[in-house]
C-alpha cells in the first residue's frame, strides 16, 4: 500500500530535549516536505526537499533541522525543543515539486512540548 | 506570492442540504488548486484539484469545485451533505507551473458540521 509513515503518532517531551521524528515514504517521490498545523493558522511548511541531499528552509523552519540521505526518508530533527514547538506535524510527499502533484499526508505526529 | 482565504471556520448543515465551503485565493502567476480533506486523527486527503482546462473540477464522494478566476474564488459543493461528509476542509494554492518549490499554501481550514 502506498503510504507515507510517521512516528511516533503522540510524543510528549521536556524542553531541551532533543527529538527526531522519522517519515518514510514508498512511493519513490522526488519531494518530501513537512509542515506544522496551529488551530486557526492551517499548515505553515517547515522544511521541504526537492531530492536527496537538497533540502530548502519554508516558511516556518526556526527551531527545526531536515536531512534527506535517502530518497524515501526525511527525518525532521527538533535539537533544542521549546513549548512554542507544541503543534501537530505533518510530512507529505509527491511525485515532483512542480505544484501539480498533489501531496500524500502522513497521519500527523502530536508532539507536546512541556 | 500566493495567498488563501476561507470563509468560515465552522459551517454547520443538515444531512441531505447542500454544503458549500468559501475559498478566495490570491495569487500573482496562473495558480494551483486544491481542496483537501482530513478526518480526525488522520492525514489530509485530496479531494480534487484544478490545474488548467475545464474550470469546473469534479473529485472523489460527490464534492464538485469551480474556478472562477474573475472572482479569484474555488469554493467546494456537495448537493447533498452526508454525516460521513463530517471533517475539516482546507484550500490550498501553489505558484502552478511556476512554482520551484512546490509549495502548497493553505488556509485556516473549516470544519464541517452535519447534523441528522
Known amino acids: 500500500e502506498a503510504q507515507v509513515t510517521q512516528n511516533p503518532r503522540y510524543l510528549i517531551t521536556v524542553t531541551g530535549k532533543k527529538l527526531t521524528v522519522t517519515c518514510s515514504q514508498n512511493?519513490?517521490?522526488?519531494?518530501m516536505s513537512w509542515y506544522r498545523q496551529d488551530p486557526g493558522l492551517g499548515l505553515r511548511q517547515i522544511y521541504y526537499?526537492?531530492?536527496?541531499?537538497?533540502?530548502d528552509k519554508g516558511d516556518v523552519p526556526e527551531g527545526y533541522k531536515v536531512s534527506r540521505k535517502e530518497k524515501r526518508n526525511f527525518p525532521l530533527i527538533l535539537e533544542s525543543p521549546s513549548p512554542n514547538q507544541t503543534s501537530l506535524y505533518f510530512c507529505a510527499s509527491s511525485l515532483g515539486g512542480d505544484g501539480n502533484s498533489p501531496l500524500h499526508f502522513g497521519n500527523g505526529t502530536r508532539l507536546t512540548v512541556t | 506570492a500566493q495567498s488563501v482565504t476561507q470563509l468560515g471556520s465552522h459551517v454547520s448543515v443538515s444531512e441531505g442540504a447542500l454544503v458549500l465551503l468559501r475559498c478566495n485565493y490570491s495569487?500573482?502567476?496562473?495558480?494551483?488548486l486544491f481542496w483537501y480533506v482530513q478526518y480526525p486523527n488522520q492525514g489530509l486527503q485530496l479531494l480534487l484539484k484544478y490545474t488548467t482546462g475545464a474550470t469546473l473540477v469534479k473529485g472523489i464522494n460527490g464534492f464538485e469545485a469551480e474556478f472562477k478566476k474573475s472572482e479569484t474564488s474555488f469554493h467546494l459543493t456537495k448537493p447533498s451533505a452526508h454525516m460521513s461528509d463530517a471533517a475539516e476542509y482546507f484550500c490550498?494554492?501553489?505558484?502552478?507551473?511556476?512554482?520551484?518549490?512546490?509549495?502548497?499554501?493553505f488556509g485556516q481550514g473549516t470544519t464541517l458540521q452535519v447534523k441528522p
Open positions: 526537499s526537492m531530492n536527496v541531499e537538497v533540502t
Open positions: 495569487s500573482s502567476v496562473p495558480p494551483y
Open positions: 490550498a494554492v501553489s505558484a502552478g507551473y511556476s512554482s520551484n518549490t512546490g509549495k502548497l499554501i
Open positions: 512511493m519513490n517521490h522526488e519531494y
